[in-house]
T-cell receptor, first 112, second 115 residues
Framework: GENVEQHPSTLSVQEGDSAVIKCTYS??????FPWYKQELGKGPQLIIDIRSNVGEKKDQRIAVTLNKTAKHFSLHITETQPEDSAVYFCAAPKAAGNKLTFGGGTRVLVKP | EAQVTQNPRYLITVTGKKLTVTCSQN?????MSWYRQDPGLGLRQIYY???????DKGDVPEGYKVSRKEKRNFPLILESPSPNQTSLYFCASSPGQGRVVIGYTFGSGTRLTVV
């Protein structure tokens, strides 16, 4: 089945710096890659996603890049702010698309 | 407001006492799923449902049951809870595109403690 590995598990950055989280997946047929943000005491919330027919997608200060050959995708947060502090999860579907496997999560701390 | 509603938010129970965690969505989504979140293990899928009366096992289904009698509701049942089922549980729904799960909306979570 699909195996998703996420690194690093914790990330501390200074406010204003960039943060990068990387995920690798095993199922080469996966074609949809979402990222979720989980704030304390809340459920995960979808922040950005990318399909396999594009290599990069941006939404204001966040961007996701995809390398299908290497089977990895990354989340980039620029000009980090304290409200970016949260746990971030990547995910990838199995080939059939009906099951979403999540990475282990990255706890991001933005220091003011 | 479009949302997934889980109840209860917190639950402490004793080993062996049957319990049900309810989940309801108001977005007319076909796909619903249950996950458990444990430290260091991320989110692991318990069960999912592609539509009414269609359910299937996720990666960690042992000790759980589900039902999908109506489109909006997807309860999680623990027939005989054990301490290793102490966890944070999330229900999620998705409109899907064909068989592809996209754009999950998650509930706020249910923190279950089994003593």
């Amino acid at each position: 089945g699909e195996n998703v590995e996420q690194h690093p598990s914790t990330l501390s950055v200074q406010e204003g710096d960039s943060a990068v989280i990387k995920c690798t997946y095993s199922d080469s047929a996966s074609n949809y890659f979402p990222w979720y943000k989980q704030e304390l005491g809340k459920g995960p919330q979808l922040i950005i996603d990318i399909r396999s027919n594009v290599g990069e997608k941006k939404d204001q200060r966040i961007a996701v890049t995809l390398n299908k050959t290497a089977k990895h995708f990354s989340l980039h947060i620029t000009e980090t702010q304290p409200e970016d502090s949260a746990v971030y999860f990547c995910a990838a579907p199995k080939a059939a698309g009906n099951k979403l496997t999540f990475g282990g999560g990255t706890r991001v701390l933005v220091k003011p | 407001e479009a949302q997934v509603t889980q109840n209860p938010r917190y639950l402490i129970t004793v080993t062996g006492k049957k319990l049900t965690v309810t989940c309801s969505q108001n977005m007319n989504h076909e796909y619903m799923s249950w996950y458990r979140q444990d430290p260091g293990l991320g989110l692991r899928q318990i069960y999912y449902s592609m539509n009414v009366e269609v359910t299937d096992k996720g990666d960690v289904p042992e000790g759980y049951k589900v039902s999908r009698k109506e489109k909006r509701n997807f309860p999680l049942i623990l027939e005989s809870p054990s301490p290793n089922q102490t966890s944070l549980y999330f229900c999620a729904s998705s409109p899907g595109q064909g068989r592809v799960v996209i754009g999950y909306t998650f509930g706020s979570g249910t923190r279950l403690t089994v003593v």
